[in-house]
């Protein structure tokens, strides 16, 4: 029998100065060539987390270890409050957002697959934050780091047709790289598999 060890590594805790959200890299996407990542998440109270989304590829997996977190997962309005060792798993192409809506801060994990991109989004998204380059809601001010950012994490909005959005996000990649746009979001990753083909 081969016994495997799990990815050890100094946790690598960033804190976002805009939203007040922290994160900790518990196992990094370049630790398994970016099929997996674990990250744990710190939101304060009445955080927003994400409006309504899915990937096309990623799967996610929710588990909370402290307070309760908010999920409304499937269609709009069906909402499942999550409390400690409570898991929801969020298949590929399914619609999910997530929220602090307790007076308590909630910690809790993800488990993304693949992860690489995903990663490299929110270190991107909390990198920006730190250098004052996001507006009140925590987003990149620059419409191409937003692109770059969003084509990386494999999320598209509800509400906006996926075909316009991924046309528009594409443009606006396409724009970013003849720009070296992406050049300005290396130092956000430690790693290069987040990196646009």
Same mark, same amino acid.
């Given at each position: #029998?081969?016994?495997? $060890? ?16 922290? #994160?900790?890299? @518990? ?5 398994? *060539?970016?099929?997996?990542? $674990? ?8 955080? =927003? ?16 270890? $402290?307070?309760? @977190? ?9 909402v ?8 929801? *798993? ?10 602090n ?9 993800? +488990? ?6 995903? +990663? ?7 990198g ?9 809601a925590? #987003?990149p001010?620059?419409?191409?780091q937003?692109?770059?950012?969003l ?14 959005? =991924? ?11 003849? @720009? ?6 290396? $130092?956000?990753?430690?790693?290069? +598999?987040?990196?646009?083909k």
């Amino acid at each position: #029998m081969i016994l495997t $060890k799990p990815y050890r590594m100094n946790a690598e805790t960033i804190t976002n100065p805009v939203t007040g959200d922290r #994160m900790t890299i @518990l196992q990094p996407a370049h630790a398994s *060539q970016g099929r997996y990542a $674990k990250i744990c998440f710190d939101l304060p109270p009445g955080a =927003q987390g994400s409006p309504l989304h899915y990937h096309t590829e990623m799967d996610e997996t929710f588990t909370v270890l $402290k307070g309760f @977190l908010a999920i409304e997962v499937g269609q709009k309005g069906n909402v499942r409050i999550l409390q400690p060792s409570e898991s929801l *798993q969020v298949p590929a192409g399914t619609h999910h957002s997530f929220c602090n809506a307790s007076s308590d801060w909630v910690t809790f994990t993800t +488990e993304n697959n693949p992860a690489a991109g995903f +990663e490299q989004f929110i270190r991107g998204l909390y990198g920006l934050a730190i250098d004052g380059k996001v507006n009140a809601a925590g #987003m990149p001010t620059d419409p191409l780091q937003l692109a770059v950012l969003l084509k990386l994490s494999d999320t598209i909005p509800v509400g906006m047709p996926p075909v316009f959005f =991924q046309a528009l996000v594409n443009t606006l990649v396409w724009i970013a790289q003849r @720009l070296q746009v992406e050049t300005s979001l290396l $130092k956000y990753w430690p790693q290069a +598999e987040g990196r646009l083909k």
